[in-house]
């Protein structure tokens, strides 16, 4: 076919895909009014999951299934506007990673309401200024954060879903390395490029700040400083990158959590994951024993983290991963066997698996 006739397909085709695109809005839509009246949640994670993970069976190419999730990633998102408008606090300013993972998971024609630290995200939640709040959890390469963990301890929010995103810092600042006297940022990405600072800015003094972000706005007015961010903070600032891939791992990859008031249904065809926060007894084997009711059962425990109780000195908590739903009677039966002989259980949010 010549050019003009395949640009003709094309148009052709487009006119199609916009006439079934306005049609699935409004279908959504009509769901929105209907989740009203019942007084349901307009954005389940799991229904979302099981909507993708379905596209992608039937996905016969050249699409990757990625690319499938993105341009139903800004379908949802548009169908969600129109059912309600919804909106997402972060932990910002804008540009942040966890303001990129936000995007990531909610789409373009969402509202977006930047907090200055992970307790306003939850605060903005829980008073129902924000539907929901996206929050760094944890660091392929730093490990936990220790913020947003300690805020479960007194928050009844529940984790509705998780992202992952690929973490690249580069070094920003408005002179060359062997100028740059003081380098800002916040402590897990700090923490992620240890060993380039170490390399590459042995002389330069470090300094934490609330978020990435901050550290580009602090180098932006600092001629001698430079901040760790990402190339968006760079571009949204007008503070030049002086050096790029700075993370020390090139797996560098954030976990985050999205967190609401009601945690996700069970859906088929979809894998969970369930978060957990116990105490155990002072006793030999007290943590064995917890961890048995898992295991026994043929659950895979994910992750298993301990932070202080914040109560009493040297008394820990644990922070469980499990794969399953709370709704599914292994899981379920595994809490009840906790409760029997945990001082304190506490279930976070089950939410998909999404990887």
């Not at 699409?63 to 969600?80: F, G, H, N, P, T």
């Not at 609401?260 to 155990?280: M, P, Q, R």
């Not at 202080?308 to 039966?333: I, M, N, Q, R």
């Amino acid at each position: 076919m010549d050019l003009d006739t395949l640009r003709k397909k094309i148009d052709e085709i487009d006119q199609e895909v916009l006439k079934l695109l306005n049609e699935r809005v409004r279908t959504a839509a009509q769901i929105g009014h209907v989740k009203r009246l019942e007084g349901s949640p307009i954005y389940v994670a799991s229904r979302e999951e099981q909507v993708l993970r379905k596209l992608g069976a039937l996905n016969q190419g050249p699409l990757s299934d990625e690319a499938i999730r993105a341009i139903y990633r800004e379908i949802m998102s548009a169908a969600i506007a129109l059912e309600k408008p919804m909106r997402i606090a972060y932990l910002g300013p804008e540009a942040t990673y966890t303001h990129q993972a936000a995007l990531k998971k909610f789409g373009a024609s969402i509202d977006y309401i930047a907090a200055p630290a992970i307790p306003d995200v939850f605060h903005l939640v829980a008073k129902g200024d924000a539907d929901h709040g996206v929050i760094p959890i944890e660091n392929s390469t730093e490990g936990a954060v220790s913020h947003s963990m300690d805020m479960f301890f007194e928050s009844d929010l529940k984790i509705c879903a998780q992202i992952f995103t690929p973490i690249s810092h580069s070094l920003i600042s408005l002179s060359q390395p062997n100028e740059i006297e003081r380098v800002y940022s916040k402590d897990q990405a700090i923490g992620q490029c240890r060993n380039w600072l170490h390399a590459h800015l042995p002389n330069a003094s470090i300094h934490t700040c609330d978020s990435t972000t901050k550290a580009v706005q602090i180098a932006k007015d600092d001629p001698k400083a430079a901040a760790i961010a990402s190339i968006l903070a760079s571009d949204l600032y007008g503070v030049p990158v002086v050096a790029e891939g700075i993370q020390d791992r090139l797996d560098n990859t954030t976990r985050f959590l999205v967190i609401g008031k009601e945690s996700s249904g069970f859906a088929k065809g979809v894998e969970f994951k369930t978060s957990f926060l116990i105490s155990v007894d002072h006793k030999v084997g007290a943590l064995e024993k917890a961890l048995g009711v898992f295991s026994s059962r043929g659950l895979n425990l994910s992750k298993i983290e301990s932070r202080p109780s914040g109560k009493t000195a040297w008394e820990y908590c644990f922070f469980l991963d499990v794969l399953g739903h709370f709704e599914e009677e292994t899981v379920a039966a595994a809490v009840e066997d906790l409760k029997a002989f945990c001082p304190f259980v506490k279930w976070l949010g089950s939410y998909p698996n999404a990887k």
